[in-house]
């Protein structure tokens, strides 16, 4: 069984910054990408960025020049790290591992159970 345990998540002011980790454990061969998505509330849920085993990256075209993902291969952990925080930022944040090769799932994805951001002055 793969786990996915997030930490890093707060309120802050606007402007300020957060670091998000996440953290995948079990018995994992490999983990093709990882990467955040994040709900508001009403909202559905949006992809934040994410980054694949060899290092390339994609981000939501809100958060471009604001957050840098960036991951440890040797560690399973993936990090968000997220500055001149907005209050539009503000939402439950989840990570997922895509195309997770365990010794009994060749392709699976996990989700992590969200860590709540709070952007507020």
């Known amino acids: 069984q793969v786990q996915l345990a997030e930490s890093g998540g707060g309120l802050v002011q606007p402007g300020e910054s957060l670091r998000l980790s996440c953290a995948a454990s079990?018995?994992?061969?490999?983990?093709?990408?990882m990467g955040w998505y994040r709900q508001a509330p009403g909202k559905e849920r949006e992809l934040v960025a994410t980054i694949t085993s060899g290092g390339s990256t994609n981000y939501a075209d809100s958060v471009k020049g604001r957050f840098t993902i960036s991951r440890d291969n040797a560690k399973n952990t993936v990090y968000l790290q997220m500055n001149s925080l907005k209050p539009e930022d503000t939402a439950v944040y989840y990570c997922n591992a895509k195309g997770v090769r365990t010794a009994r799932c060749f392709n699976c994805d996990y989700w992590g159970q969200g860590t709540q951001v709070t952007v507020s002055s």
């Open positions: 079990g018995s994992i061969f490999r983990i093709n990408a």
